[in-house]
């Protein structure tokens, strides 16, 4: 703390000295754009045009302290070459922002050029240099005045070549350029891509983003600034004439890139396969179905997107590359193939430092785990990926300090390359219903998976849990920024040895949670659809994630008509095991804004209901929802908040309080200090609920949840590494879900200091 004191002083007060005698450095870059009334994108061309500009001030500390500009000084000098030296140059220190006449010209002149590429012809800039009369710092003010913007009357495609005139009315009319619009370069982009893929979807593979023609203008309107703009779809520059082609040749070579000579030249399904191996790579059958390409059909750029696409999603090629080729005839194209395949297996084994259990999202324990990794990629030649994976581990409680767990965890996955129908639930479907319109998305994009697992955890002194899973299922990914999970079929055992320790705190009705139970799902388990949307302009970022999940409804079904003519065995088991039937559903919606010098203001919903189905009193402990700890509540331990009104008769952790019901926000506000260090500030409020009062837990239900929200509040900091984040925070209670003192308020510093992280809790 004295060094980082003395570090912080002395770049207040010694910065200066090192700087030349005629330079000054730039402490701030105004913008001052004039519009004409009610521009409706003003507030995004002034966020673009602050990012054009080419070097911004030099960053502060806690925005008082020319820290980075410090350490630059300290180790520019020639014979600063020593490691210290070369880690400070590349971690801490800044180059000095100075003013520069020419580079505030080439700003200006940027500024000026993207407003007119932005339809506004008019635009015009000048900058001005105000300096500071004490220090030798100026800030940069650019003055923009946009004019009116250039709006479209209308809009045409023209070509000359006869081949493209068939098809102009159909670009024509779902042109992006319509009447009403601002003419901006961003509009043309779009449309000039659209032109292109829309071309090469009919055939034309070697027509070009470059033959669609800049834009021109026919000013119609002086008064309105109003224009007639137009494109001309252009020949080729080489003199290749532009027409339809169909794919002649499709050949393709496996090659591991040494000089092997080829062993494996075949014809499969008029695909040419050759492989410097005895065995092909990839089965050919495989690899005729990856490939959407075929001879002897339209060249489709589709198609050969989802080739490329695909064969790079398999996993097992270092290197996939696809590339069009002249066939001696004018109307074909041969396509190239170029597969790297990577090597087979892989093992991982590495430790791990976390903060969660086996046994669900108890989240106020350090966990050292030891992860050991075996990867077979492509098994039996199909393409198919095989995970191995063990993980023991302890975990520590912090308060008080002790061993507090031993879990373990086995884990076999099979990845399959495509979409294997399950029971031809979704392939006999009409294609024009909902069901066929999905299946033909799966067949395209979705991935199988089959896994086996068990986990093993033990909270010492409390319960031994065991959970043996079977699972089969498949993601849908058709996107980078969406998926959905789909689970078929999925059986889990659930076993519980409850400890005396543990039975003697917990409430009579909380033990149904616990009893050995089989979940369940034959044709059904679950579906999580997630989406996260890229940063735009202005630096927003959301997300949103849902799931559903049910357990035991085929059982219940069966069970339902069984007993209409035998009611002798009114409730089926396997053995004395039951079967858990319930529906559970949560979602979760996140926001984020940043802003200049390392600033970001985080935001967080969730919400999630778990329904007890039947003859069921309560749904699994593993499934019920706790609040509380570093990614929940961080006044409270993870488990120690709730349900409802309930005090904790507790003292110490690990606290076990779960609900059928859950309610919180989060929101956050950080802020970039130094280097790698991060500051936070934070609120939360939320709770947990059951459904129904269970006996020992009164007010533990809904009855008054609109009085039983608890808030909390606090400080963090935060270590970036770029690749993970170490996250501390301490929270204190606000408000507490039942009276103390009299009030639902805190009235005196009642403080969290257990929330360590591994990356942002939201």
């Given amino acids: 703390m004295a060094l980082a004191i003395l570090i912080l002083g002395s770049s207040a007060c010694h910065t200066y000295k090192y700087m030349p005698a005629d330079a000054r450095l730039v402490t701030q870059n105004r913008i001052q754009l004039k519009t004409p009334p009610h521009t409706p994108n003003r507030k995004e061309l002034i966020v673009q045009l602050e990012n054009l500009v080419s070097r911004k001030p030099n960053r502060k500390v806690l925005g008082l302290f020319d820290t980075y500009l410090w350490f630059y000084y300290r180790t520019s000098q020639p014979d600063d070459t020593t490691r210290w030296d070369k880690f400070v140059q590349g971690n801490l220190a800044e180059e000095p922002v100075y003013v520069d006449p020419d580079e505030i010209q080439d700003n200006l002149d940027n500024m000026i050029g993207y407003l007119r590429n932005r339809g506004y012809f008019q635009a015009t800039g000048r900058y001005t240099v105000d300096s500071n009369q004490v220090k030798p710092t100026s800030m940069v003010t650019y003055q923009l005045k946009s004019g009116e913007a250039m709006e479209i009357q209308s809009f045409s495609i023209h070509s000359e070549d006869p081949d493209l005139q068939p098809l102009l009315p159909q670009l024509q009319k779902r042109t992006l350029i319509k009447p009403g619009k601002i003419l901006d370069s961003d509009l043309y982009y779009a449309e000039a891509n659209r032109i292109t893929k829309f071309l090469r979807e009919q055939g034309f593979a070697f027509f070009f983003l470059n033959q669609v023609s800049p834009i021109r203008v026919d000013i119609a309107d002086t008064t309105d600034h109003r224009v007639n703009a137009f494109v001309d779809l252009l020949p080729d520059p080489g003199g290749r004439p532009t027409r339809p082609v169909r794919v002649n040749q499709v050949n393709i070579l496996s090659s591991s ?54 064969l790079s999603s398999l996993g097992i090629y270092r290197f996939v590359n696809i590339r069009a080729l002249p066939d001696t005839l004018p109307d074909n194209l041969n396509l190239a193939v170029q597969l790297t395949p990577i090597e087979r297996k892989a093992l ?184 996260i949307a890229p940063i735009n302009r202005f630096g927003e970022s959301w997300s949103v994630k849902a799931s559903f999940e049910q357990s035991g409804l085929e059982i219940l079904g069966a069970n339902t008509l069984y007993n209409l003519f035998d009611s002798s065995k009114p409730i089926w ?190």
């Fill in 257 to 310: 890139g040494t000089d092997r000579p080829i062993q494996v030249d075949t014809m499969f399904k008029q695909l040419r396969i050759r492989d410097d191996r005895p065995v092909p790579y990839l089965r050919p059958e495989v690899l005729h179905r990856a490939l959407s390409l075929r001879p002897d059909s339209l060249y489709k750029e589709s198609s050969y997107d989802k080739a490329n696409r695909r």
């Fill in 573 to 762: 088991k396997a053995g004395s095991i039951g079967f858990a039937k319930y529906l559970r559903t949560d979602s979760q919606w996140t926001y984020s804004r940043k802003f200049g010098k390392g600033r970001q203001v985080a935001t967080r919903f969730y919400g999630g209901i778990i329904v007890p189905l039947a003859d069921d009193l309560s749904s699994p402990y593993i499934k019920q929802f706790s609040a509380g700890g570093p990614s929940s509540m961080r006044g409270w331990l993870n488990g120690e908040l709730g349900p409802g009104s309930v005090v904790q008769t507790q003292t110490n952790p690990p606290f076990f309080s779960r609900g059928d019901v859950k309610l919180e926000a989060n929101v956050e506000w950080r802020q970039s200090i130094f280097w790698i260090l991060e500051g936070a500030a934070f609120l939360d409020a939320g709770n947990v609920w059951n459904l129904r009062d269970t006996p020992g837990q009164t007010g533990a239900s809904l009855r008054d949840f609109q009085n039983e929200w608890a808030m909390a509040g606090g400080l963090g900091i935060r270590l970036n590494f770029q690749y993970f984040i170490i996250v501390y925070d301490v929270g204190a209670k606000l408000r507490y879900p039942y009276k103390v003192d009299g009030s639902h308020w805190a009235r005196k510093m009642d403080v969290n200091f257990f929330n360590l992280l591994i990356n942002y809790p939201f």
């Fill in 348 to 531: 991982d084994m590495s430790v791990e430092v976390n903060n969660t259990t086996a046994i669900g999202d108890n989240s106020n324990v350090l966990g050292v785990s030891f992860s050991n990794s075996y990867t077979q990629r492509n098994i039996l030649h199909r393409g198919i990926r095989m995970d191995f994976t063990l993980e023991p581990g302890v975990e520590f409680n912090f308060q008080p300090l002790m061993v507090n767990a031993a879990n373990g965890i086995g884990k076999l996955d099979f990845n399959f390359p495509f979409f294997e129908d399950y029971l031809s639930f979704w392939r006999h479907r009409k294609e024009n219903s909902f069901l066929g319109r999905w299946n033909q998305r799966f067949e395209n994009e979705a991935k199988s998976n089959l896994s086996f697992s068990y986990t093993y955890n033990n909270l010492l002194g409390y319960w031994e849990t065991q959970i043996m899973n079977v699972h089969y299922g498949f993601r849908y990914n058709p996107t980078t920024n969406f998926g959905v999970t789909l689970d078929h079929f999925q059986v889990d055992y659930y076993r519980n040895d409850l400890k005396e320790q543990f039975e003697m705190v917990v409430p009579e009705g909380f033990k149904n949670a616990f009893e050995d139970q089989f979940l369940t799902g034959f044709l059904f388990r679950s579906l999580t659809a997630n989406y």
